[in-house]
């Protein structure tokens, strides 16, 4: 089964469904297997305002990918590329971005507008599947 990155914005929405299996995430299951940046587990917890054990479950069954040297050298060459474009996005989403595209790993979100501007990333939207 192929790997891939998820973003915050997949597990969020996971989170506030009230139906689980409605969600980008239950239908990315049957397909892939999922790790994701360090970035997304600190954007997730810096949202939790209620300390949420089931985010601690999470990342407990989800690969971690480090934010390293390498991550650090494509996301500063991400942010260039797009501040030349005049197109800049959130540095977290350039910080996931970088964790993807060392990795290798297609990054599924449901923030397509942002991602979309950035060479060199495979991305995964709900109208994929």
Request: proline content about 2%.
């Amino acid at each position: 089964m192929e790997v891939i990155c998820l973003d915050s914005t997949v597990l969020i929405e996971y989170y506030r469904k009230t139906k689980k299996e409605n969600s980008f995430l239950f239908r990315l299951a049957a397909h892939y297997q999922f790790k994701i940046s360090a970035i997304v587990k600190y954007e997730v917890y810096r949202g939790d305002k209620k300390d949420d054990v089931i985010w601690t479950l999470i990342f407990n069954t989800i690969e971690i990918l480090p934010f390293d040297d390498e991550c650090a050298e494509i996301a500063a060459k991400i942010y260039k590329e797009l501040k030349l474009k005049r197109k800049l996005i959130d540095t977290d989403d350039i910080l996931i971005a970088a964790t993807s595209i060392k990795n290798d790993l297609p990054l599924a979100t449901l923030n397509q507008k942002h991602f979309e501007r950035i060479d060199n990333l495979q991305i995964i939207t709900p109208n994929d599947l």
